[in-house]
T-cell receptor, first 114, second 115 residues
Framework: EAGVTQFPSHSVIEKGQTVTLRCDPI?????LYWYRRVMGKEIKFLLH????????ESGMPNNRFLAERTGGTYSTLKVQPAELEDSGVYFC????????????FGSGTRLTVV | AQSVTQPDIHITVSEGASLELRCNYS??????LFWYVQSPGQGLQLLLK??????LVQGIKGFEAEFKRSQSSFNLRKPSVHWSDAAEYFC?????????????FGTGTKLQVIP
């Protein structure tokens, strides 16, 4: 089966610009998660979708971040406007069902804001 | 709140030597425990996981981890390291949140393997 796919793999943008990251989960996986790793720090939870609904968005840093998952398939994470501290690696993961522990992660999007 | 501590930021071992990466967690009950690895340019790959039962868990690529409740630890081991094991390793704790899983990661340990 195809894994979790993330686009783009790298993005360099200027402060104040908008960037949209995309995640395609494994087909059939209802649960989709976004995580972020700021340089040198731990990988932190951002939010969790169950199908198209946001189950938990407690990790979203502020209202400059907007996540969507229309139709319960792929998800986008938009940062608008981007700030320097948004730089880091954004990971997406998916899992099949409620009781399934252990995600499948994508390879991440490295975002650099200059 | 739960937390995961990986005290070693960077470890260097010789190829063929044994390896132990340390992980301690802070939580009132026994959580679900994981080790992930990220090789350069790759995503996070699950090495192994512990939910219950036998406290010595076998994973992929010859790795194993031992859960020690008394020490709140879940250290990762490999008897003989290969050059391809050079990567960053993350210990993680999973807890039930509203019936779903929420995972907290440690800060990671970078492993360098020298000839």
């Amino acid at each position: 089966e195809a894994g979790v796919t993330q686009f783009p793999s790298h993005s360099v943008i200027e402060k104040g610009q908008t960037v949209t990251l995309r995640c395609d989960p494994i087909s059939g996986h209802d649960n989709l998660y976004w995580y972020r790793r700021v340089m040198g720090k731990e990988i932190k939870f951002l939010l969790h979708f169950v199908k198209e609904s946001k189950q938990d968005e407690s990790g979203m840093p502020n209202n400059r971040f907007l996540a969507e998952r229309t139709g319960g398939t792929y998800s986008t994470l938009k940062v608008q406007p981007a700030e320097l501290e948004d730089s880091g690696v954004y990971f997406c993961a998916s899992s099949q069902e409620r009781g399934h522990y252990g995600y499948t992660f994508g390879s991440g999007t490295r975002l650099t804001v200059v | 709140a739960q937390s995961v501590t990986q005290p070693d930021i960077h470890i260097t071992v010789s190829e063929g030597a044994s390896l132990e990466l340390r992980c301690n967690y802070s939580y009132g009950a026994t959580p679900y425990l994981f080790w992930y690895v990220q090789s350069p340019g790759q995503g996070l790959q699950l090495l192994l996981k512990y939910f219950s039962g036998d406290t010595l868990v076998q994973g992929i690529k010859g790795f194993e981890a031992e859960f020690k409740r008394s020490q709140s630890s879940f250290n990762l081991r490999k008897p003989s390291v290969h050059w391809s094991d050079a990567a960053e390793y993350f210990c993680a704790v999973g807890l039930n949140s509203g019936g779903y899983q929420k995972v907290t990661f440690g800060t990671g340990t970078k492993l360098q393997v020298i000839p």
